[in-house]
Nanobody, 119 residues
Framework: QVQLVESGGGLVQAGWSLRLSCTSS????????IGWYRQVPGKQRELVAE???????VYADSVKGRFTVSTDNAKDAVYLQMNGLKVEDTAVYYC?????????????WGQGTQVTVSS
C-alpha cells in the first residue's frame, strides 16, 4: 500500500518562506515522475513543479524563480522550498508519484497540506 504524507504547510505572511515535505512508503513501482500540485476551491488542481525521470524539472510559470523542488537520493521524499510567497500561492498542496509496475500504471497522491499566505 502506497502512502504519501505531506507536511510543512501553514499560515504565513506574504514574502515569507515555507518548505513542504512529502514522505513516501510502500512504493514498489518504477517512478516516472515526482511532483507537487496545488488546488484552490472551485478550480482545477494545477501543476506546481515536477521532476520527470531522466528529464528536466518543470515549474509552473507563476512559481519560477521562487519555488524549488527536490528529492532525497532514494526518491523516498520530495520537498518544495517556497520563497517569496504571494497571496495567490494560497492553496492545498499535494505531492504526486507516478510510475509503472509489472501490471499497471500508478498515480499516487498525498492527502494535501494547506498553505495560506496573508497580505
Amino acid at each position: 500500500q502506497v502512502q504519501l504524507v505531506e507536511s510543512g504547510g501553514g499560515l504565513v505572511q506574504a514574502g515569507w518562506s515555507l518548505r513542504l515535505s512529502c514522505t513516501s512508503s510502500g512504493i514498489t513501482f518504477v517512478i516516472n515522475a515526482i511532483g507537487w500540485y496545488r488546488q484552490v476551491p472551485g478550480k482545477q488542481r494545477e501543476l506546481v513543479a515536477e521532476i520527470p525521470s531522466g528529464g528536466r524539472t518543470v515549474y509552473a510559470d507563476s512559481v519560477k524563480g521562487r519555488f524549488t523542488v527536490s528529492t532525497d537520493n532514494a526518491k523516498d521524499a520530495v520537498y518544495l522550498q517556497m520563497n517569496g510567497l504571494k497571496v495567490e500561492d494560497t492553496a492545498v498542496y499535494y505531492c504526486r508519484y507516478q510510475g509503472r509496475g509489472p501490471l499497471r500504471w500508478y498515480d499516487e497522491w498525498g492527502q494535501g497540506t494547506q498553505v495560506t499566505v496573508s497580505s
